[in-house]
């Protein structure tokens, strides 16, 4: 499997999964399918993309959770006024 992978986030070092067992146990539950669909459907010539857009999804980012927070919160405001 390698050495674990390392990364910063929000100034604090935090561990990247890096084999497909670990990635799939750190993405929430509801990205779970999503993830193995990719996984499953990826060719000799696609597997390490696919492996580094799901493990850096698998990395909590608290900055990017906040923006998709508002982004949220703003479109659910914009529908209800609509």
Do not use: C
Not at 17 to 34: D, F, G, K, Q, Y
Not at 43 to 70: K, N, T, Y
């Amino acid at each position: 499997m390698g050495e674990p992978l390392k990364t910063f986030v929000g100034g604090a070092e935090v561990e990247v999964p890096n084999s497909i067992p670990a990635i799939r146990v750190a993405l929430p539950e509801a990205r779970r399918e999503e993830f193995d669909r990719a996984i499953n459907e990826a060719g000799v010539q696609e597997i390490q993309a696919v492996m580094r857009h799901w493990m850096l999804e698998a990395v909590p980012d608290p900055e990017a959770e906040r923006i998709l927070d508002r982004l949220a919160r703003d479109e659910a405001e914009r529908r209800s006024v609509a």
